[in-house]
């Protein structure tokens, strides 16, 4: 939680991947809407801002085997976004596999305090990926793009992500060259 607020304080690139995103919610709840008792309701059941919380879909669960959102599903990015920027088209689709999403209840306040949630599922009830407009890099994404990655054809994600660290070493070093200008942002 406290990297994740220095990363979004300091303006240093974030990317926060599944459980990464869900803590950077947990982070901007508590550190941005001063709701100091958000957590996840996978960590503590019993928080009274539980920001991250149990899928619907799974509240009656008991076989745990193979019932969790797994595989692949679509995901409709916001117009303007990062995220449609660098996927360059409005709607990708990207594998999965957990039980815990955002918690709808907090949707309107997290976008009211400058949070966009950037992606979202095709029927709009679940949020897909984070981003905060005002930050250089701060991604977050509930999906697990290094599934599709590769050495030499990283997925645009990862690729925006070291570019934008990239950009952030060559700004503290004083220097406008582009050593990784092979790397699609």
């Not at 979004?8 to 709840?29: D, K, N, T, Y």
């Not at 976004?81 to 409005?90: F, L, R, V, W």
């Not at 925006?160 to 952030?168: E, K, S």
Request: charged share 25%.
């Amino acid at each position: 939680v406290e990297a994740i607020r220095a990363a979004r304080e300091l303006s240093l690139p974030f990317f926060g991947i599944c459980l990464g995103m869900q803590v950077a919610i947990i982070e901007f709840s508590r550190h941005v809407l001063g709701l100091d008792d958000s957590h996840s309701s996978e960590f503590a059941p019993e928080c009274s801002n539980p920001v991250v919380s149990l899928m619907d879909s799974q509240r009656e669960v008991t076989d745990k085997g193979g019932t969790m959102r797994l595989g692949a599903y679509p995901c409709r990015l916001q117009r303007g976004s990062k995220a449609a920027e660098i996927y360059g088209q409005p709607e990708v689709s990207e594998r999965h596999r957990h039980r815990y999403e955002v918690s709808n209840r907090y949707r309107e306040r997290f976008a009211e305090h400058g949070l966009r949630l950037s992606g979202l599922s095709p029927d709009e009830s679940l949020v897909e990926m984070i981003e905060l407009p005002v930050h250089p890099w701060f991604v977050g994404c509930q999906f697990h793009p290094e599934l599709q990655s590769r050495p030499l054809r990283p997925h645009p994600l990862f690729a925006g992500f070291v570019a934008a660290a990239a950009r952030r070493r060559r700004e503290e070093a004083g220097t406008t060259a582009a050593p990784l200008a092979h790397v699609n942002q």
